[in-house]
T-cell receptor, first 109, second 116 residues
Framework: DAKTTQPPSMDCAEGRAANLPCNHS???????VYWYRQIHSQGPQYIIH???NNETNEMASLIITEDRKSSTLILPHATLRDTAVYYC??????????FGTGTRLTVIP | EADIYQTPRYLVIGTGKKITLECSQT?????MYWYQQDPGMELHLIHY???????EKGDLSSESTVSRIRTEHFPLTLESARPSHTSQYLC???????????????FGPGTRLLVL
């Protein structure tokens, strides 16, 4: 599976958009980009995933660059409850998820 | 909302005891996983199963063992607990086809284990 690089931490003001970047320059054509988050040592929670096209659901938007070497998770209106560690993962169907160190997002009142 | 359960949620136990951490899911998922996570640290895959009677070791070596006799049940056992086993243990399951929304991995709430 491709390796990902994320900033270790970020802050975001409450109500503003949180943009979390992820670099996956070695991604291969059949690998999906997944985002999970983990709130205060609870079990990780699935957020969104995509292959090539941008994706949006009720939680977030995922923007994948045209060359697929990087992506950005967007939380449009961050709340205090969005404070968590966010994991960007790339994998193909046959492989298991590998959780790196993620980005610790702190939403500030 | 994912239907995956872990018991107990918290366990404090003495060295040398045998323990079993329970994990059950009602989604009919074939694939199930056990992760270990120390506070503030990464998740590490220690065991996984792709179906009944299938078990494999994960990326992190663990003295624990698992079994998969029923689709919905994936217990983890430590024959003789030691303080080095103190950690949080997270169970997860996954089912469905690649890329589909039901292919995502769902996690249980975790078991926090403290071995004295």
């Amino acid at each position: 599976d491709a390796k990902t690089t994320q900033p270790p931490s970020m802050d975001c003001a409450e109500g503003r958009a949180a943009n979390l970047p992820c670099n996956h320059s070695t991604i291969s054509g059949n690998e999906y980009v997944y985002w999970y988050r983990q709130i205060h040592s609870q079990g990780p929670q699935y957020i969104i995933h995509g292959l090539k096209n941008n994706e949006t659901n009720e939680m977030a938007s995922l923007i994948i660059t045209e060359d697929r070497k990087s992506s950005t998770l967007i939380l449009p209106h961050a709340t205090l409850r969005d404070t968590a560690v966010y994991y960007c993962i790339v994998r193909s169907g046959a492989n298991n998820l590998f959780f790196g160190t993620g980005t610790r997002l702190t939403v500030i009142p | 909302e994912a239907d995956i359960y872990q018991t107990p949620r918290y366990l404090v136990i003495g060295t040398g005891k045998k323990i079993t951490l329970e994990c059950s899911q009602t989604m009919g998922h074939d694939k199930m996983y056990w992760y270990q996570q120390d506070p503030g640290m990464e998740l590490h895959l220690i065991h996984y199963s792709y179906g009944v009677n299938s078990t494999e070791k994960g990326d992190l070596s663990s003295e624990s063992t698992v079994s998969r006799i029923r689709t919905e049940h994936f217990p983890l056992t430590l024959e003789s607990a030691r303080p080095s086993h103190t950690s949080q243990y997270l169970c997860a399951s996954r089912g469905g086809r690649e890329g589909g929304t039901w292919e995502t991995q769902y996690f249980g709430p975790g078991t926090r284990l403290l071995v004295l």
